[in-house]
């Protein structure tokens, strides 16, 4: 008895149960830490996708049956070392990097930025849009038939017509009459459809960067010969806290015998 009481006095009153209450409370608050963490974290990073990714961008998939899918998204220009590059964002988690930087001139009045894919696997090709303008005949939905009476009137304005020019007013009656009438069934069927102008848009292949396409190569060169000691050892660093971390969450567990208050109160 005098043992446990100088044991007891020589460590300050610590025991197993003082332990394991200290750690139960640093474990709480650090899997608190650690969810508050992940949140700013992707807080932090949806922040930066609106700041970064602002540029409409148009895909147009083309399929192996000829038709073409549209595709709507967002794209922007990111610095990779003294490399600035454009990536499209095609998923929420996934990003595409162009293989070169788009020609701004050929932005539309939105500013956005056409491109051509032929398969998913296939690089982004930029593409300018024309319009072309094409007349062609559709039926007015405005015309009215005219009676008998109208056409009969107008075919007597049309003689009329016929009589006071010098090359017609020597002609019989007979051709005359059949002029007036071609003339004036003419003018119904002008009536009876009407000219437009129908517009589609066209799209071609931009002229390639070339330089730019150079300076993109060798950084991926460099990237794929080079190693970044600093990214390692970063990388090292974020592992062992990360494993310590998952420590402290299965340490947490098993104090409470599988149960996590947290999520269960």
């Given at each position: 008895?005098?043992d446990?009481l100088?044991l007891?006095k020589?460590?300050?009153?610590l025991?197993?149960d003082?332990?394991?209450?200290?750690?139960?409370?640093?474990?709480?608050w650090?899997?608190?830490?650690v969810?508050?963490l992940?949140?700013?974290v992707?807080g932090?990073?949806?922040w930066?996708?609106?700041?970064?990714?602002?540029y409409?961008?148009?895909?147009?998939?083309?399929r192996?049956?000829?038709?073409?899918?549209?595709f709507?998204?967002?794209?922007g220009?990111i610095?990779?070392?003294?490399i600035s590059q454009?990536?499209?964002?095609?998923t929420?988690f996934?990003?595409?990097?162009?293989?070169k930087?788009?020609?701004?001139?050929?932005?539309d009045?939105?500013?956005?930025?056409?491109y051509?894919?032929?398969?998913?696997d296939s690089?982004l090709?930029q593409?300018?849009?024309?319009f072309a303008v094409e007349?062609i005949?559709?039926?007015?939905?405005n015309?009215?038939?005219p009676?008998?009476?109208?056409?009969?009137?107008?075919i007597?304005?049309?003689?009329?017509?016929?009589?006071?020019?010098?090359e017609?007013?020597?002609?019989t009656?007979?051709e005359k009459r059949?002029?007036?009438?071609?003339?004036v069934q003419?003018?119904?069927?002008?009536?009876?459809n009407?000219?437009?102008d129908?517009t589609?848009?066209?799209y071609s292949?931009?002229?390639t960067?070339l330089k730019q396409?150079a300076?993109t190569?060798?950084n991926?060169?460099?990237?794929?010969?080079?190693?970044?000691?600093?990214k390692q050892?970063a990388y090292?660093?974020?592992?062992?806290i990360?494993?310590?971390?998952?420590?402290?969450?299965?340490?947490?567990?098993?104090m409470n015998?599988?149960d996590?208050?947290?999520?269960?109160k």
């Open positions: 008895m005098a446990d100088g007891s020589l460590t300050g009153g025991s197993f003082s332990i394991q209450s200290g750690l139960y409370g640093y474990a709480l650090i899997i608190y830490g969810l508050a992940g949140v700013a992707f932090w990073m949806k930066q996708d609106k700041k970064v990714y602002i409409p961008v148009r895909i147009y998939k083309q192996n049956n000829g038709q073409v899918k549209e709507n998204t967002f794209g220009y610095k990779k070392g003294n454009f990536c499209v964002k095609m929420k996934k990003k595409k990097i162009v293989d930087l788009p020609l701004s001139e050929y932005m009045e939105d500013n956005r930025i056409s051509w894919q032929l398969n998913p690089p090709i593409v300018k849009r024309n007349q005949l559709v039926p007015n939905d015309f009215v038939e009676s008998k009476e109208e056409v009969e009137m107008a007597k304005y049309a003689l009329i017509t016929l009589n006071e020019k010098e017609t007013k020597n002609l009656e007979e059949t002029i007036a009438e071609r003339l003419e003018e119904i069927e002008s009536k009876r009407i000219l437009i129908e589609y848009p066209t292949p931009v002229p960067d396409q300076l190569d060798i991926i060169y460099k990237q794929t010969l080079g190693v970044d000691v600093n050892f090292f660093v974020a592992g062992v990360a494993l310590a971390i998952l420590g402290i969450v299965i340490f947490y567990i098993a015998k599988g996590v208050p947290i999520v269960t």
